[in-house]
């Protein structure tokens, strides 16, 4: 279509615009700090001799603790990614394979007597207010299930009615969630259940945040899947549970895989809430690198190495990725 | 079908988002009413829409508001240019397209604050490669990080690079699903390639084009990350995003109720600018179908 020298050089310039950078902080990593300080410089062992020592200074943790955020990061990640991976692709399958009717009203009920209930229990009652947040919720909950059952007027939602409930999610600016979030968090740590800066409230809030971008990638996937196996099986009695996992799961295999990985970085990658929600035992990665700068100055060959270390798991997940895509698997869910 | 069974499915998702993800905001959204200040402690105060309010009329505020769009706005719209030119190169089958392709999936996988450090490092005045090939050019010492413009440029710049790749990848996704019989038409009526982009490319990628750009816009307006470690808002605020304000307000500031006003304007903000968005596009969408 186009001319092709133009079309490689752009491809090609591109490519260069996008390595630099890489290529730059990798370089960085091991400059000694007069090749810092001095200007820039670009080639090892011709402007300067390569030296590991910003390594060895970051293992050795004379240079704080890189450790311990990253087996924080790691631990979180991976957690928050099994959970919201099983969550979502179960909500995924319910809404692939069968029908959810739900009244409008219902939820807005839902919604009425959580505020209210709030309220009645916090200024009225005299409770706390994370027990009031709670007994609005055990209030609300049930209310709003069994007016689902009533014959109530107005509009009935379907199944991408729920489906675009859990993506719009994800529109929502975090800092409302996270903002509100701290707020519930110290709340229920003063009734004596730490969830600030704990690996339970880091998961709980990633996985929340994780799920519905499960949902709607694996629909998409599971949508794909032939139902004539699951049929074969119904017909023989194995019970629905057991045709997810044994059958369901496996077929999905690829999609899984990619959903995984596109969780995975996204959580490795976040920021805000860790940076509202913990404050030093579970600090991630994020938010260790945030502080380098200010906390270094321009030691860059020490704050090249921090970077790699949040950078380079992800390289690994963008290449298994790139694996994925070549054979034949395309995004899901993008239309 | 009535199978119980579908209710196990979907509950756990169901609970946990609705717990964690929706159920707090009914207490921030109290929390907006009321004047809560943890420095110095008073105890909460009922004020109704005094901080929303008192919000409005902030210059800080609509300043604010102003630099995020513009971020938001100027960096989506260099993204999607690069990204569908590049999307189409790779489309065009050049060749090592498939090594360009992983290439092209580094920057989005990177962690946004890993990203800004880089930037940071890049754009130094005086130990960083820009300012260096800049110099050599003949222009003077460049203030990147530390003149209001400049600084919002460096953000849109590091935003562009780690974005473009979204781009690129979702516009592929669209070309590829192109029917190839038009384009066997056109080529049957002698249309130039720039004919054909015109008339066939871009109206039909128009929809993915559309999701594409509103998916970016939605998730620009969040931006934190790069600008807490590029600039920290500065100079001066400058270049301050309406999340960065929150966690200043609320984080450093203590002051709640205020907080959670802002970002439930936050949240009407983005909202608005979706349905305005929808509603310009729908009927050139419409058109399509």
């Known amino acids: ?335 | 079908m009535r199978e119980p069974v579908k209710y196990l499915f979907i509950w756990p998702a169901f609970l946990v988002v609705l717990l964690i993800g929706l159920f707090p905001l009914i207490y921030s959204l109290t929390v907006s009413f009321q004047s809560i200040r943890l420095v110095p402690p008073r105890p909460p105060r009922f004020i109704g829409f005094d901080n929303y309010g008192a919000l409005l009329g902030d210059e800080r505020f609509w300043q604010v508001v102003t630099t995020t769009s513009g971020i938001v706005f100027s960096s989506v719209f260099v993204q999607y240019v690069i990204g569908f030119a590049v999307a189409l190169a790779l489309f065009s089958r050049v060749p090592g397209e498939r090594l360009f392709r992983v290439v092209f999936l580094f920057p989005m996988l990177m962690a946004p604050i890993a990203v800004a450090l880089v930037g940071r490092m890049l754009f130094h005045s005086t130990v960083g490669p820009v300012n260096h090939f800049f110099t050599l050019l003949g222009f003077p010492n460049l203030p990147f990080l530390t003149q209001a413009n400049w600084a919002l440029g460096t953000i849109v710049t590091v935003e562009v690079w780690q974005w473009t790749p979204f781009v690129i990848l979702l516009m592929l996704a669209g070309l590829q699903s192109l029917p190839r019989d038009v384009y066997e038409a056109a080529a049957l009526e002698n249309a130039t390639p720039w004919q054909q982009f015109w008339g066939i490319t871009f109206p039909m990628l128009l929809p993915i084009s559309a999701a594409v750009v509103f998916i970016r816009i939605i998730e620009s307006f969040k931006i934190i990350d790069t600008v807490f470690v590029l600039t920290g808002g500065g100079p001066g605020v400058s270049t301050e995003t309406l999340t960065l304000y929150a966690y200043q307000e609320g984080f450093k500031k203590f002051n709640l109720g205020y907080t959670s006003a802002l970002s439930f304007l936050f949240l009407i903000v983005v909202i608005i600018i979706g349905v305005v968005y929808l509603a310009v596009l729908r009927p050139h969408l419409e058109k399509r179908a």
């Open chain 1, 1 to 335: 279509m186009m001319k092709r020298p133009l079309v490689f050089g752009l491809c090609l310039f591109w490519a260069l615009v996008t390595l630099f950078p890489l290529y730059w902080t990798l370089v960085t990593s091991v400059k000694p700090p007069t090749a810092v300080n001095g200007g820039p410089t670009y080639l090892p062992y011709i402007d300067f001799v390569p030296t590991l020592q910003a390594y060895i200074d970051a293992f050795s943790g004379i240079r704080g603790d890189f450790i311990s955020p990253f087996i924080n990061s790691s631990l979180i990640s991976i957690t928050a990614t099994a959970l919201s991976v099983l969550f979502g692709t179960m909500a995924a399958y319910a809404l692939v394979r069968f029908e959810f009717r739900i009244r409008l009203l219902s939820g807005l009920i839902f919604a009425a007597l959580a505020i209210g209930g709030f309220l009645l229990f916090n200024e009225t009652l005299g409770f706390s207010r994370a027990q009031a947040m709670g007994l609005a919720f055990l209030l609300a909950l049930p209310a709003c299930l069994l007016a689902n059952r009533l014959p109530l007027p107005g509009p009935v939602l379907g199944n991408n009615d729920v489906l675009f409930w859990f993506v719009s999610q994800r529109m929502f600016p975090p800092i409302v969630t996270a903002f509100a979030l701290f707020l519930l968090y110290s709340e229920i740590g003063r009734e004596g259940f730490k969830l600030l800066d704990s690996f339970l409230g880091m998961v709980l809030c990633y996985t929340a945040f994780s799920i519905p971008i499960v949902v709607w990638l694996m629909r998409d996937f599971l949508a794909a899947l032939p139902v004539e196996i699951e049929e074969a099986a119904l017909v023989d009695d194995v019970p629905r549970i057991r045709i997810f996992f044994e059958i369901v799961l496996p077929m999905a295999r690829p999609g899984l895989i990619a959903t995984s990985l596109i969780t995975l970085a996204f959580i490795w990658n976040e920021f805000l809430f860790s940076l509202l929600l913990t404050t030093s035992e579970w600090q991630t990665l994020p938010i260790l690198l945030s502080g380098q700068n200010s906390y270094r100055g321009d030691e860059w060959w020490a704050i090249s190495v921090a970077a790699l270390f949040g950078i380079a798991p992800m390289m690994g997940v963008a290449m298994l990725l790139a694996k994925l895509m070549r054979s034949g698997l395309t995004l899901g869910g993008i239309r």
